[in-house]
T-cell receptor
Framework: AQSVTQPDIHITVSEGASLELRCNYSYGATPYLFWYVQSPGQGLQLLLKYFSGDTLVQGIKGFEAEFKRSQSSFNLRKPSVHWSDAAEYFCAVGDYEGGADGLTFGKGTHLIIQP | ETGVTQTPRHLVMGMTNKKSLKCEQHLGHNAMYWYKQSAKKPLELMFVYNFKEQTENNSVPSRFSPECPNSSHLFLHLHTLQPEDSALYLC???????????????FGEGSRLTVL
């Protein structure tokens, strides 16, 4: 069965500093990988996704993530965070062969931005 | 309207009540999902409907009863719930099928349920 681990429950970063959120997955084949963001009281919004090809993917709001097969990781990065980036971030893995299986999510990382 | 819409946004119910959550997607997708989001736990996949057929039920208690009358609408009927069922219930949709499946889920804003 597939699984996702986000080792950091909380991360505090100063505004303007760089950010890296960690994600490790367990999956037998090449996974489909996603990062979602959730603001308080809201649903989940897709930041970026990886299916194949270039292992560095660009997303919305200045985020990027790098797929590293050897480390089973898909870490999310941003060079300079803004106060509006404070939110909950979820990494997810999918298994797709034409069926509707949904995604498996990590527990999330709560990002706090210090002024 | 666009995207995935969930109603009501907030619901408070007693353990003996019967209520329903509604989800509607305006994206032309063919699969819909219910997820449960509780504090300090990963999102839990509850039900999956693919072309209106239920394809997954992750050992969800029978006090939760899904209904998918067509590919655009999804309901979650609730009866005799327990306080531990209090959570945010998220609906999502996606387009699945050979050659069309991007894997991405599109989420609604959720229905916050409180069981007293």
């Amino acid at each position: 069965a597939q699984s996702v681990t986000q080792p950091d429950i909380h991360i505090t970063v100063s505004e303007g500093a760089s950010l890296e959120l960690r994600c490790n997955y367990s999956y037998g084949a090449t996974p489909y990988l996603f990062w979602y963001v959730q603001s308080p009281g809201q649903g989940l919004q897709l930041l970026l996704k990886y299916f194949s090809g270039d292992t560095l993917v660009q997303g919305i709001k200045g985020f990027e993530a790098e797929f590293k097969r050897s480390q089973s990781s898909f870490n999310l990065r941003k060079p300079s965070v803004h106060w509006s980036d404070a939110a909950e971030y979820f990494c997810a893995v999918g298994d797709y062969e034409g069926g509707a299986d949904g995604l498996t999510f990590g527990k999330g990382t709560h990002l706090i931005i210090q002024p | 309207e666009t995207g995935v819409t969930q109603t009501p946004r907030h619901l408070v119910m007693g353990m003996t009540n019967k209520k329903s959550l509604k989800c509607e997607q305006h994206l032309g997708h063919n699969a819909m999902y219910w997820y449960k989001q509780s504090a300090k736990k990963p999102l839990e996949l509850m039900f999956v409907y693919n072309f209106k057929e239920q394809t997954e039920n992750n050992s969800v208690p029978s006090r939760f009863s899904p209904e998918c009358p067509n590919s655009s609408h999804l309901f979650l009927h609730l009866h005799t719930l327990q306080p531990e069922d209090s959570a945010l219930y998220l609906c999502a949709s996606s387009q699945v099928g050979q050659g069309t499946n991007t894997g991405e889920l599109f989420f609604g804003e959720g229905s916050r349920l409180t069981v007293l």
